[in-house]
């Protein structure tokens, strides 16, 4: 399947969620939280392409966290944006069940970011001392880094 076609696939499996073609070999889709888990599983189903990472992008102006799954098939990039609000703690359940090493990049977000991931397996911290202070989250544009 060429990159067109790929992108083609993925459109089709966004069918009644928000989706635009960001630049020529990218779909940007856009889901509320509740349909993630159902959305990775249809793309698995599909045989879609494989997840390539997990980020997060903090909109602090707009009140909101972004959590962004990117998954990749040859030179088609599929980007699921999540929009949380930063408060109270942001949720969503984890991929983990579908994709099961999702986990490693779960557990870097819930350190840096501080979303929780309902149901994943494994929680602990990856980067940051077993002392770090609870909820100072360093990549969120707020955080507070020292103690001056």
Not at 34 to 43: D, H, I
Request: hydrophobic share 40%; aromatic share 8%; net charge negative.
């Amino acid at each position: 399947m060429d990159t067109q076609e790929a992108l083609k696939s993925a459109e089709a499996l966004l069918t009644g969620y928000a989706s635009t073609r960001s630049e020529e070999n990218r779909l940007d889709g856009t889901l509320a939280p509740e349909n993630l888990c159902a959305v990775v599983s249809n793309l698995v189903a599909a045989r879609w392409g494989y997840l390539m990472a997990i980020t997060g992008l903090d909109q602090v102006t707009l009140g909101q966290l972004e959590i962004l799954y990117h998954f990749g098939a040859g030179a088609a990039i599929l980007t699921l944006r999540i929009p949380l609000p930063r408060i109270p703690i942001p949720s969503v359940d984890s991929i983990c069940p579908i994709i099961p090493y999702a986990n490693v990049y779960e557990r870097e977000l819930g350190e840096m970011f501080g979303v929780e991931f309902r149901n994943s397996p494994n929680t602990d911290r990856l980067f940051l001392p077993d002392d770090w202070r609870s909820a100072v989250y360093p990549l969120r544009k707020d955080a507070v880094l020292n103690e001056e």
